[in-house]
């Protein structure tokens, strides 16, 4: 089982900047691909960046591209989601998951078999 908290949601006026952070459970999470998601209102939750456990493979949706950064650090077994120049458009909840198996798509919501509560984000503009 891992349980995964998320934080450091918040109201940023667009052109800000936000770090979210997940911290996460589990004696081997130097081997999960972390991935962070985010539903608006009214819509599908929807893949905005992954990790792999080595940290230097990472992937990113089109529309996040070049403004946010993932990093994580597994002494710490946390995951982090750097938001630089937000856009209203990018006002939702954000989540945290985990996927231990690394069998199929990082950028895909059933690929991930954990996930966090999620956390506010809200961008002004």
């Known amino acids: 089982q891992v349980q995964l908290v998320e934080s450091g949601g918040g109201v940023v006026q667009a052109g800000g900047s936000l770090r979210l952070s997940c911290a996460a459970s589990?004696?081997?999470?130097?081997?999960?691909?972390m991935g962070w998601f985010r539903q608006a209102p009214g819509k599908e939750r929807e893949f905005v960046a992954a990790?792999?456990?080595?940290?230097?493979?990472?992937y990113y949706a089109d529309s996040v591209k070049g403004r946010f950064t993932i990093s994580r650090d597994n002494a710490k077994r946390t995951v982090y989601l750097q938001m630089n120049s937000p856009k209203p458009e990018d006002t939702a909840v954000y989540y945290c998951?985990?996927?231990?198996?690394?069998?199929?798509?990082?950028?895909?919501?059933?690929?991930?078999?954990?996930w966090g509560q999620g956390t506010q984000v809200t961008v002004s503009s």
């Open positions: 998951a985990a996927d231990v198996r690394r069998s199929g798509t990082v950028t895909a919501r059933d690929e991930y078999d954990y």
């Open positions: 589990g004696r081997t999470f130097s081997s999960y691909i």
């Open positions: 990790i792999r456990g080595n940290g230097i493979i990472t």
